[in-house]
């Protein structure tokens, strides 16, 4: 599916510094484009994750109330855009703490096409490194804008601002505290 998505498209996820996926606005919202960024964030190539849903990356982990927020985002489609920490976990079993942004990708005709994702680890980030992301994801969205323009796809929604990066960072650090903690006996 990736070779019917604009080359300008294809090219950008290529040359992203951000990690970044793309999935279908349709069905089990399969994944139909990733960037070098997601392979070296994930240890997941393209041909591991194509085709399949992200939540591959959430293995067993409960993930209650970003799931909750990835459901609303994805059942109701006047909500444009989501920002949630949630536990995923690298092709080789380590966990993190994933920064996931999700936003829908229209056609001119309004139809939602894709959704766009860009992830990042804030597991053992410090808030500085949180605001540099920040910067570079606001950057990459700004530069998306155009080059889907150019395609007829409109980015919905837009970026806002993380209140208080420390209290995302801390937040991630109790997720994964939880995590790295062995079950009460």
């Given at each position: 599916?990736?070779?019917?998505?604009?080359?300008?498209?294809?090219?950008?996820f290529?040359?992203s510094?951000?990690a970044?996926?793309?999935?279908?606005a349709e069905?089990?919202?399969?994944?139909?484009?990733?960037?070098?960024?997601?392979?070296?964030?994930?240890?997941y190539?393209?041909?591991?994750?194509?085709?399949?849903?992200?939540?591959?990356?959430?293995?067993?982990?409960?993930?209650?109330?970003?799931?909750?927020?990835?459901?609303?985002?994805?059942?109701?489609?006047s909500q444009?855009?989501?920002?949630?920490?949630?536990?995923?976990?690298r092709?080789?079993?380590t966990?993190?703490v994933n920064l996931?942004?999700?936003?829908?990708?229209?056609?001119?005709?309004?139809?939602?096409?894709?959704?766009?994702?860009?992830?990042?680890?804030?597991?053992?980030?410090?808030?500085?490194?949180?605001?540099?992301?920040?910067?570079?994801?606001?950057?990459?969205?700004?530069?998306?804008?155009?080059?889907a323009?150019?395609?007829?796809?409109?980015?919905?929604?837009?970026?806002?601002?993380?209140?208080?990066?420390?209290?995302?960072?801390a937040?991630?650090?109790?997720?994964?505290?939880?995590?790295?903690s062995?079950?009460d006996?």
């Open positions: 599916m990736s070779s019917e998505l604009p080359k300008a498209l294809r090219e950008y290529e040359q510094r951000v970044l996926a793309l999935a279908s069905g089990d919202n399969h994944l139909v484009l990733v960037s070098p960024a997601f392979s070296r964030l994930t240890g190539e393209p041909e591991d994750v194509v085709g399949r849903n992200c939540r591959l990356l959430q293995r067993d982990a409960a993930n209650v109330e970003p799931r909750a927020r990835l459901r609303e985002f994805l059942t109701r489609p444009p855009n989501v920002r949630t920490p949630i536990v995923n976990f092709k080789d079993g966990p993190f996931l942004y999700m936003s829908r990708l229209r056609s001119i005709d309004g139809k939602a096409s894709y959704i766009f994702a860009s992830q990042f680890d804030v597991s053992r980030s410090q808030p500085e490194m949180l605001a540099e992301y920040d910067e570079q994801l606001t950057a990459t969205l700004g530069r998306l804008v155009p080059i323009s150019d395609a007829g796809i409109v980015v919905e929604g837009t970026l806002l601002t993380i209140a208080n990066s420390a209290a995302i960072v937040q991630a650090k109790m997720m994964l505290a939880g995590l790295e062995p079950p006996a």
